[in-house]
C-alpha cells in the first residue's frame, strides 16, 4: 500500500509541476517578450533568433524548470510518508531527463544548458524536499 501511495504522489507531483512549468512558460512571452520577427513558438524560429536573445531571454525557461521540479517534489513529499526524499529526487531526475532531451531538441547557448541541469532539477528537487518535510 505504500508503494502504491509514493507512486500516486510522485505522478501527482509530476502533473502539477508540469503545469507550473507550462503556465511560467505560457506566460514569459509577455513578461519578456521576444525580439521583433523571432517566433518562440517553434525550434526552427528560435533556431534562427538565436542570435537576437539576450540572457534575459532565458531568466523564464529556467525559471519554469525550476518551479516545476520545485512544486512537483513539494507536492510528492507532502503526499506520502515514507520515503519522502527518494520521491523529491524521482521528480527531479523525471525532469532532468526533460531538461536533456528538451536540450537536445531546442537550440540553446551552452551556458544555458549547462546552468539550466545543473541548477534546476535536483537543487530544486531537493528544496522542494526540504521545504515541505515534516519539522
Do not use: Q
Amino acid at each position: 500500500m505504500n508503494l502504491l501511495r509514493v507512486i500516486f504522489a510522485v505522478l501527482f507531483g509530476l502533473v502539477l509541476g508540469s503545469i507550473a512549468n507550462m503556465a511560467l512558460v505560457m506566460i514569459s512571452g509577455y513578461v519578456i517578450p521576444p525580439p521583433p520577427g523571432v517566433d518562440m513558438t517553434t525550434a526552427e524560429g528560435i533556431n534562427a533568433g538565436l542570435p537576437l536573445l539576450e540572457a534575459r531571454h532565458f531568466m523564464f525557461p529556467f525559471l519554469a524548470h525550476a518551479v516545476g521540479s520545485l512544486v512537483g517534489a513539494f507536492v510528492a513529499v507532502k503526499m506520502t510518508t515514507p520515503y519522502k526524499l527518494p520521491a523529491a529526487m524521482v521528480i527531479g531526475a523525471l525532469f532532468f531527463v526533460g531538461g536533456v532531451l528538451a536540450s537536445r531538441m531546442i537550440p540553446a547557448p551552452t551556458w544555458f544548458i549547462a546552468v539550466d541541469l545543473i541548477f534546476a532539477y535536483f537543487p530544486c528537487a531537493w528544496l522542494g524536499y526540504w521545504l515541505a518535510r515534516p519539522r
